[in-house]
């Protein structure tokens, strides 16, 4: 009974993760990708699933680089 008492009192507190640890787009090589994206969210009332094509591909572009 005491160790559930023990884990309830602890909180989790979220952090970012460590740098370098999120492949960041720095010479933007996928902006035109993303630009497309961000171009379809907004005609589309930001629902995601009708972009989804195009976020594959943003997301392919970027773990390619």
């Known amino acids: 009974?005491?160790?559930?008492?023990?884990?309830?009192?602890?909180?989790?507190?979220?952090?970012?993760?460590?740098?370098?640890?999120?492949?960041?787009d720095h010479f933007g090589e996928c902006s035109a990708f993303k630009e497309r994206f961000m171009e379809c969210l907004r005609h589309s009332g930001y629902e995601s699933a009708a972009c989804r094509q195009r976020a594959m591909?943003?997301?392919?572009?970027?773990m390619d680089r």
């Open 1 to 24: 009974m005491s160790t559930a008492m023990n884990f309830s009192s602890k909180t989790f507190t979220p952090r970012p993760p460590d740098k370098g640890a999120f492949p960041l």
């Open 57 to 62: 591909a943003y997301l392919e572009c970027r």
